[in-house]
């Protein structure tokens, strides 16, 4: 379950930088701004990409905040290290001790 979440996640991941990537700078950047003869499309299909962009962002909060809930009920269920090394010494031979 978990290997399936982190595939989702990496996903979502590569989706969210694209949706990012493709929207327009709102901002007067470097002079790139939107010209006023796209002003009408480029406002629809900038609505449209910041949608898309929240609601992939919005799942990609979620699913990490879920391999994370999952990945500590794992580790609740493990012993230390440890714990782990005292029971591999009780199940060795002894050496024999000399008098």
Do not use: W, Y
Not at 38 to 65: D, E, Q
């Amino acid at each position: 379950m978990e290997s399936l979440l982190i595939g989702i996640n990496i996903v979502l991941a590569i989706i969210l930088v694209i949706s990012v990537l493709l929207q327009k700078s709102e901002g007067g950047a470097l002079g790139l701004g939107v010209s006023q003869d796209n002003f009408t499309s480029a406002r629809s299909v900038g609505s449209f990409l910041t949608k898309f962009t929240s609601i992939i962002a919005t799942l990609f909060i979620v699913c990490s905040i879920a391999i994370v809930s999952i990945s500590r009920d794992e580790l609740r269920e493990t012993q230390s290290v440890l714990e782990k090394q005292e029971e591999e010494d009780s199940n060795l031979p002894q050496i024999p001790q000399s008098k």
